[in-house]
Structures are given as structure tokens and as C-alpha cells.
């Protein structure tokens, strides 16, 4: 396929996959009549968005630069896109736009050590902090110990930093690990493409982009759908080879570290009274005696 400058090939394909979702009778329209394209016809989304057939046309080959919130928001209601689709399309539009200046590069930066302040303070909740590239950047003891496949694993980086992309889709073992496994490579390749919406000249990115798509036919297929995630959250089951299965709640808050690097801060936890919670505390208290056991002792025990 050919690559187009910029951000204009993802607009292409994004607004053309979401076109081919919605049959007629979605719509209201009449379907008499032989169909060459699986969805809507090009015609028939700009008849819903009140805008020309040749404006939709460019809109779809990527043209999206200078286009109207307004207009944007018609074309968002004639594919019925999601409330994550729509700040999707938003995002794309936001990005082709010539930068008033050219734009600064996007950095790793440290962990400021409040961070890791509250992170250890939450003693029976799994809590970690991933970039937007879904690198973690930071935990507690238990999430170490929650997230002990990946950090065991040999997709880490050289710094022995999990990225659960990688993880997901490169690691044999993954599919024991999580018990919907489908869904967790469904979640991680949308949330991959919203984030490549936000910042699609992020390098890292699209190296790591460009890296999956190579070796995992897989990610290849999903990444090609086009969809994506932003907000997220609810119920995941695991298969840990310590505390066996255990049913967490987690839920993501943004953590505004930096304005050069996307941050979240994920805390999982058991429903209280459950067999769940029980396994989640065994779990926290061997993490904490490892922790114990790895600190160098400070010389001032008694004799």
C-alpha cells in the first residue's frame, strides 16, 4: 500500500473502515440495487454529513487539514462513530495541521519520586505507571509481583522495562498468563493507534509500530482495522503462577507528569470479601518480604 506524507493515510483508512461498518438499514436508506462496496458508499456518508460528494471524497484521501469542527462533527454522526472514534478523528485533524514551529522531540523523562512515593503507599493494590507506548515506567511491589510474566520475560528492553505490546504479542507464554487473551491484544493495539492519532511523529512509536508489524502477523491484522481506544477500564482475569487465578478491577488515571511524554497511572484491585482479595493479600505479602529480603541491610541493627 502506498504510504502517503504524513498522517494522510491513516485519515484514509480510519474513515474508510468505519464507512464499510454501516449497512444502509443502519441508516435509514434504501438498498435496492446491486452493492460494489461492502458499507456505505462515499455518496451516500456525505449525503448524511450535508456536505458534497467531491469534498467527502478528499476528506477521505486524507485532505483533513482546515476542516471545520463543525464539519468533522457531521462526518462523526454519519459513520456513528464511538465517542474514542470521534476524539480519534479529532486528533488526526489536530496533527495534520502545519505546525507553527517545528515540533519538539518527545523524550523519556524520569519518574519524579512522589510518584514512586504514592506507588508504594498503596500496599494492596497493583499500581504501575506506563507511557503512551505502553512501556512501564514505574511500579509498586505488588504490581512487580502481579506483573511478574513480563518483567520475567524476554521481550523487557535492556533496561528490563516491560512493554505489555510486546509482551502480548511476542511472549508464547502470554496466553497462559491473561484469561481473555483476545481481548488484551484488542485493547493494546487500540490504545497503540489512538496514541499514534496523538503524536504521529512520536519516532519511538513508530519504531515499536513498525517492529510488531514485522514480526507479528497478528498485530499486523489488528493494526490494519484501525481501531482505537482512549478511555478504559473494568475487569481482568489472570493465571499467575504464584497466587493462581485472580479477578482484579483496574482502572487508568491520566498523571501529568510531563508535556513532553504521556502518562498513566493503572491501579489494580480485588472486590473486597471475595476469594480474589485473599489471593491479592498472599500475593502482597510475599512481594513485600522479597522486598524486605533485596534491601542491603544499613549497619545500624543492634547486636
Known amino acids: ?108 523523562v524520569d519518574i519524579p519520586p512522589r510518584v514512586q512515593w504514592l506507588l508504594d ?8 505507571v506506563t507511557n503512551g507506548r505502553l512501556d512501564i515506567v514505574a511500579t509498586n511491589a505488588l504490581a512487580r509481583a502481579l506483573f511478574a510474566p513480563l518483567f520475567d520475560s524476554e521481550t523487557t528492553d535492556e533496561r528490563g522495562r516491560p512493554n505489555f505490546a510486546r509482551y502480548w504479542f511476542l511472549d508464547a507464554g502470554a496466553p497462559d498468563f491473561v484469561v481473555d487473551w483476545d481481548g488484551a491484544l484488542g485493547a493494546t493495539v487500540a490504545l497503540l493507534r489512538a496514541e499514534a492519532g496523538r503524536y504521529p511523529h512520536d519516532k519511538a512509536l513508530r519504531e515499536l509500530v513498525g517492529e510488531l508489524c514485522t514480526v507479528s502477523a497478528e498485530f499486523r491484522n489488528r493494526w490494519a482495522a484501525h481501531d482505537v481506544r482512549i478511555h478504559h477500564g473494568g475487569v481482568k482475569q489472570f493465571h499467575h503462577p504464584d497466587a493462581g487465578p485472580l479477578k482484579l478491577v483496574y482502572q487508568p488515571l491520566d498523571l501529568p ?47
Open 1 to 108: 500500500m502506498e504510504r502517503l506524507p504524513d498522517n494522510r493515510a491513516d485519515i484514509r483508512d480510519f474513515l474508510a473502515t468505519r464507512r464499510a461498518k454501516i449497512t444502509p438499514e443502519q441508516v435509514g436508506l434504501p438498498t435496492s440495487g446491486r452493492r460494489r462496496v461492502p458499507g456505505l458508499r462515499r455518496e451516500e456518508v456525505a449525503v448524511l454529513a450535508g456536505v458534497s460528494t467531491e469534498w467527502y471524497t478528499r476528506l477521505e484521501q486524507g485532505h483533513i487539514s482546515g476542516v471545520s469542527e463543525d464539519v468533522l462533527d457531521a462526518v462523526a454522526r454519519a459513520l456513528q462513530l464511538e465517542e474514542d472514534e470521534r476524539t480519534y478523528l479529532f486528533d488526526l485533524a489536530r496533527a495534520a495541521q502545519p505546525p507553527s514551529r517545528t515540533p519538539r522531540r518527545r523524550k523519556a
Open 257 to 303: 507528569i510531563s508535556l513532553r511524554e504521556v502518562h498513566s497511572l493503572t491501579i489494580y484491585t480485588a472486590e473486597p470479601g471475595t476469594p480474589d482479595e485473599d489471593r491479592l493479600k498472599l500475593l502482597a505479602s510475599w512481594a513485600a518480604t522479597r522486598l524486605q529480603e533485596a534491601e542491603p541491610a544499613d549497619g545500624r541493627d543492634l547486636p
Open 121 to 128: 503507599s498503596m500496599t494492596l493494590s497493583a499500581a504501575f
